[in-house]
């Protein structure tokens, strides 16, 4: 396994800033009324994931354990915008649909990372491990 220097070379920074680049051409179509809100709030919530692992990242272990719990909440947050946006028909079904496989898996590594960094907690020792 590569050692982990960089928040660029965590995975689950990689698709999460792939779905946040999905996230802005799905949005793109929204109706213009809508540019300062739902669209606001909805690119907000997908670039916040990204954004919390790269500064959590660059902070000491605890910080960074509230980092990934800011990008889990982030997580859930645009998908229930996500899914408020469709049932008002900005977004037909079959433009969420691309967007749930991506949303899924950040969610999944999301909570993986969380975990990792629980268990580096738990070990005598981990106080520099949280970076793996």
């Not at 982990?4 to 051409?25: A, N």
């Not at 990204?50 to 902070?59: F, K």
């Not at 469709?86 to 909570?111: D, H, W, Y």
Request: proline share 5%; net charge positive; aromatic share 6%.
């Amino acid at each position: 396994m590569d050692a982990i220097r960089s928040y660029r070379d965590l995975d689950v920074w990689r698709v999460s800033m792939e779905l946040t680049i999905e996230v802005y051409r799905v949005t793109d179509a929204f109706p213009a009324t809508e540019r300062f809100g739902l669209t606001a709030q909805i690119r907000r919530a997908a670039s916040s994931i990204p954004a919390n692992l790269a500064e959590g990242h660059g902070r000491p272990p605890q910080a960074y354990r509230n980092h990934v719990s800011i990008a889990i909440g982030s997580q859930a947050e645009l998908e229930t915008l996500l899914d408020l946006a469709c049932r008002l028909n900005f977004i037909a079904s079959n433009g969420i649909g691309e967007l749930v496989p991506s949303l899924a898996r950040t969610g999944q590594m999301l909570k993986g990372l969380a975990r990792g960094l629980r268990r580096c907690d738990e070990q005598p020792g981990a106080a520099t491990s949280h970076r793996r």
